[in-house]
Structure formats: C-alpha cells, structure tokens
C-alpha cells in the first residue's frame, strides 16, 4: 500500500522538476456588471441616430471604440462585427460608480435623442 503513494509523491516531485518555470502575469480585473441593457446590441447606424457622431474613433482590426464627450463624461462603446454589420458589446462611461461599467446618467447626458432605437 504504501508502494504507490511513495510511486506517486516521486511522480509528482519529477512533474514540478520537469516543468519549465513561467512567470504568472496577473490578469486585468473584469468589467463591472451593471451594464446598461438598452446600448448592448445597436448598431453603429442607431448609435449615431441616438449619440451623433463620436468624437473619436478607433480601429484595431474588425473591432471599433466610439468616444463620445459630454460636459461632466465620456462614452465609449465597444463595436465588433455581428450579422448585421458592427454592434455594440459593452459600454463603460468616466466616471462610473464603483459597481457598474457605464454609468445610465452620463449616457442620458450624451444622447442627442431622448428614446434610444429600438431594433
């Protein structure tokens, strides 16, 4: 009995010797949930009818960041290719509170049109 604990603690202590040494790299944190339900999923077409056309734009390959400036924030939406051309799959605002990714009172400010499209 004692055989193959002392087989399989030897095993073990070879394994961990054998192995290259990596270094961890620490993950960034996930998005804050509390993210508004109603931005998810526009298009870019009904992003720009509900928020105008953004101050900034940036490409990395198919996917797009849109920053739109307010007086007291900024918005960013997050685009990445869908059936139907670019759609937005995460928003997050600056400042936002603690708990939530985009704050719904920097992006009220930000809209040009009070009734966000619907799909």
């Known amino acids: 009995m004692i055989r193959p604990v ?8 070879v394994a961990g010797c054998a192995a290259p040494s990596q270094q961890r790299v620490q993950l960034p944190a996930t998005p804050h949930p509390g ?12 992003v720009r009818v509900a928020f105008g056309e ?10 797009e960041i849109w920053r739109y ?3 007291g924030c900024k918005g960013f939406f997050f685009f990445y290719p869908a059936a139907a051309g670019l759609s937005v799959r995460h928003v997050e605002t600056v400042p936002r509170g603690r708990d939530i990714a ?3 009172a920097c992006l ?12």
């Open 69 to 71: 400036d307010g007086a």
């Open 35 to 46: 993210e508004p339900g109603n931005v998810a999923g526009l298009t870019a077409a009904q």
């Open 102 to 104: 985009a704050d719904t």
């Open 6 to 13: 002392l087989a399989l603690a030897a095993l073990a202590l």
């Open 54 to 63: 953004p101050a900034f734009v940036r490409k990395d390959g198919k996917v």
């Open 108 to 119: 009220d400010s930000l809209l040009i049109h009070r009734a966000v499209p619907s799909s």
